[in-house]
């Protein structure tokens, strides 16, 4: 599998939920999006996780059975040939740092104790120290959660396990890449034995690991992933936006993909406004009219944009509930019936599909032009070429002055080549950029 240039996030147990009935819909209804994701350009879904859990998915019970809730195998085998019939890859959520309690390991150490033959397959084992949950013991748990007992990863068992699992999922659901849930924590000689492991298995193997702290840069090279969660730009995008503070963003990136001093340059971090864990972006920022120049940002950056269900929609949600469920929202069908912000799709569509013709957006680099509070220029550079890239986050048209050496340099709106063009004019190029948008300027000619 080649990179992915354009993600959809998908939380099934969410998006599948009947809440008038207390069900579940089949995942093989997911197929009704396939013209929705086509129309945004997708290339790549990723599905959250679709296997046996308690309750929300990364409290796992069974890596091998499709979580019954949802469905089957074969019905996950259904939805995923008939995304590879129209050109769109899967990635799944592999949730192998931690398990739940309900686990065939995790009950063995419930029922024999020590003599288990399990005792080695989780962290720190205390047997006189009974836990919160009524066991008699107690295992550490991710982020401080007994219900989700973390995995020893320097086990030899736990290692053959989770590569017993990924060599099933690859041979008997032909997924094409995976979602490393917390791969922060997890140990990254094991992530870099995996990473291995599965592009034996099928070559092009995408493997992207949740980050939220850390140097990324970690993860991309002693774990040898392919791609990790840009969780610094992610903040930084919204904030800047809500603080009138563009120096931010700006900060980040510099410091993330700066051509010369950049600590992931040449790298492809997922780029994201919104996923299962965190605030809806449309109730994150404080003037709704900020949506626009920020999505036209995201757009033009560095690295791989995801969009998660409903971004597209305009939907809105708080995080602050324990279970997180009103971030990962019932939609009885694509589009659904209620659509709070009706223009964002068109919007998605335009920014997509203009990322997308160019490979310099899709793969080039990066160099900052001019940063002020509310507003920020920079470069895309590639082999084939270099962009300009100009944000405008004002409420009034704004012109923007350009340092160019070339006196003979022609430049061009991308989005509109027939009927805006730029010459030099004392060293400089002047574009005005409408409030609340961009522009990307491609060279025309240079003699």
Avoid at 97 to 125: C, P, V
Avoid at 228 to 246: C, P, R
Avoid at 276 to 291: A, E, F, G, N, T
Wanted: aromatic content about 12%; overall charge negative; some cysteine.
């Amino acid at each position: 599998m080649k990179s992915p240039n354009h993600i959809y996030h998908l939380f099934p147990l969410g998006a599948l939920y009947d809440k008038a009935n207390h069900s579940y819909r089949s995942i093989r209804e997911i197929e009704s999006w396939i013209d929705h994701w086509k129309r945004l350009h997708i290339d790549t879904v990723l599905l959250g996780p679709v296997f046996e859990s308690v309750s929300h998915g990364y409290d796992t019970v069974n890596w091998r059975r499709v979580d019954p809730r949802i469905g089957s195998s074969e019905d996950l085998q259904f939805l995923i040939h008939r995304l590879h019939e129209n050109d769109i890859r899967v990635v799944l959520d592999a949730v192998w740092n931690h398990t739940s309690r309900k686990h065939f390991a995790y009950r063995d150490l419930q029922e024999k104790g020590m003599h288990s033959k399990y005792a080695d397959w989780f962290r720190q084992i205390d047997w006189n120290k009974p836990n919160k949950c009524g066991d008699s013991f107690t295992v550490e748990g991710w982020n401080g959660f007994q219900e989700l007992p973390q995995l020893n990863l320097n086990s030899s068992s736990v290692q053959q396990e989770i590569m017993d699992v990924a060599s099933l999922w690859i041979e008997s659901l032909d997924i094409d890449g995976v979602r490393l849930d917390a791969a922060d924590v997890m140990d990254r000689s094991f992530l870099k034995k995996l990473s291995v492991f599965c592009r034996q298995k099928k070559e092009g193997f995408w493997l992207m690991g949740e980050v939220v702290f850390g140097n990324p840069r970690l993860w991309l090279e002693e774990a040898e992933l392919d791609s990790v969660t840009g969780y610094e730009i992610y903040k930084s995008l919204w904030s800047s936006f809500n603080d009138s503070n563009f120096f931010e963003i700006a900060y980040s990136l510099k410091r993330l993909f700066d051509n010369q001093t950049g600590i992931c340059k040449n790298k492809r971090l997922e780029l994201f406004n919104e996923n299962h864990d965190v605030s809806r972006i449309r109730s994150i920022l404080k003037d709704p009219s900020d949506w626009y120049p920020l999505h036209f940002l995201f757009y033009m950056l560095p690295g791989i944009p995801s969009i998660y269900y409903g971004e597209e929609f305009g939907f809105q949600a708080i995080k602050g509930n324990q279970d997180d469920s009103n971030l990962r929202p019932s939609i009885n069908s694509c589009p659904p019936e209620i659509i709070p912000e009706p223009y964002y799709l068109g919007v998605l569509e335009h920014l997509s599909g203009l990322r997308l013709s160019s490979p310099i957006l899709i793969e080039g680099g990066y160099v900052e032009l001019e940063v002020s509070p509310r507003r920020l220029a920079f470069k895309r550079t590639h082999a084939s070429g270099e962009l300009i890239v100009l944000i405008n986050g004002e409420k009034n048209p704004t012109a923007f002055l350009i340092n160019e050496k070339n006196p003979n340099a022609i430049w061009v709106d991308m989005t509109n080549p027939q009927e805006n063009s730029y010459r030099v004019e004392n060293g400089k190029i002047k574009v005005t950029v409408d409030a609340n948008w961009g522009k990307v300027l491609k060279l025309q000619s240079s003699f």
